[in-house]
């Protein structure tokens, strides 16, 4: 965790100081969203099971590090229910992260934004007693609609989440990718 955290703080550091040096119109932007994570599969040891959809919300700040690139962090928790012996179980599932996302800008003023995200997912339950911690890995696709004489602007994202490796003292939880869709704002300076 500790080193999740230098790693973290250092890419900012980096991505503040590359793109203070950058003369273009947008520097940093903040961007919030709430939306749906779809159904999925989780393993715990050998044993496959369900998630059901659940709400869904992400805060990311980017920093421009050159014309088309950005890193970041970001923060998101999702809230899904597991079907597990008979019974439904809520979920919630923090991720703290860093991002880093393509920026193509199209003719009619849209912006296209792809990109690759790494964290430190925390997820409980009323399932278990112990917390289980992992190495989240996702990938997002944003697609933003700049509003007029602003450097703000709507942002619509479809992703997915997954934890390759994780677990805690009683067993190895993982999941492939279960994709999410969230629509907000984004705040540009």
């Known amino acids: ?29 903040i961007t919030v969203k709430g939306g749906l994570l779809m159904p999925g599969s ?8 369900d998630t059901n959809m659940g709400f869904l919300a992400n805060a990311y700040f980017d920093a421009m590090v050159a014309p088309k690139l950005s890193i ?12 597990a012996w008979g019974d439904d179980y809520g979920v919630t599932v923090t991720t703290l992260g860093a991002t880093m996302k393509g920026r193509f800008p199209l003719q009619s003023g849209w912006i296209l934004r792809p990109g690759l995200a790494f964290g430190y997912q925390m997820s409980s339950s009323d399932a278990y007693t112990d ?19 602003s450097k703000n602007a709507l942002v619509g994202e ?9 677990g805690n003292s009683d067993a190895d939880v993982t999941w492939g990718p279960i994709f999410y869709f969230a629509f907000g704002y984004q705040f540009g300076g």
């Open 1 to 29: 965790m500790r080193a999740l955290r230098i790693g973290l703080a250092c890419m900012v550091l980096v991505a503040l100081s590359v793109s203070v040096g950058h003369a273009q119109e947008q520097q940093w932007s």
């Open 42 to 49: 989780v393993t715990v040891e050998s044993m496959s099971l």
């Open 72 to 83: 970041g962090g970001f923060l998101q928790m999702a809230f899904p229910s597991v079907t």
């Open 131 to 149: 917390g289980v911690n992992g190495l989240g890995v996702g990938g997002l696709f944003e697609v933003i609609k700049p509003l007029a004489n």
């Open 158 to 166: 479809l992703g997915f989440i997954t934890q390759p490796s994780g």
